[in-house]
């Protein structure tokens, strides 16, 4: 919706008498979370393949579709893509947040986005590894290294946990 700006504060009025509640960003950001959904400039930019940002399927690769970066795309999936993006769940009392180190078997990686969520009464996060073997996955926080469970995204759909995220 457009609109001149003189007619937004009735707008405004009419929705909050209508019982539309106002939620701010850290309610967007918990709920993009949930959803596994990406945000441009935090858990992707420029520099993020969609075959590293968890968008593959997004891509389509069928022949005689060309886009532009199709060949770019093709390159990185048939040498093997280098890192991906996973969801974890920590199971213990705490907030998981961008920037903090995540430790598996396939190297170090960091994570992107991460918050308590309140559908799941736990911490959720997305994070960047390196490609290859998880093994046992955990988080430096502070110094102490904190298990976590990889699962498959997105934690939350329709209000339910996915399977697998509450274990």
């Not at 093997?80 to 990686?109: T, Y």
Request: hydrophobic residues 45%; glycine residues 14%; proline residues 4%.
């Amino acid at each position: 919706m457009v609109l001149e700006h003189g007619h937004v504060p009735a707008l405004w009025e009419r929705l909050l008498a209508a019982g539309v509640k106002p939620a701010g960003l850290g309610a967007r950001d918990t709920l993009r979370l949930e959803a596994g959904m990406n945000l441009y400039g935090q858990d992707m930019d420029e520099t993020v393949s969609p075959l590293e940002a968890g968008l593959a399927w997004t891509v389509s690769f069928d022949e005689g579709r060309d886009f532009i970066g199709r060949a770019a795309l093709e390159a990185l999936k048939s040498a093997g893509v280098g890192r991906r993006m996973i969801g974890i769940v920590m199971d213990e009392k705490g907030v998981l947040r961008h920037g903090q180190r995540v430790l598996c078997a396939a190297g170090e990686g960091e994570i992107l986005s991460g918050t308590f969520s309140p559908t799941l009464g736990r911490a959720i996060a997305f994070a960047r590894v390196p490609a290859g073997e998880l093994g046992e996955v955990r988080v430096d926080i502070r110094g102490r290294e904190v298990p976590v469970r990889v699962v498959k995204l997105p934690f939350v759909r329709e209000g339910q946990a996915q399977d697998g995220v509450l274990a």
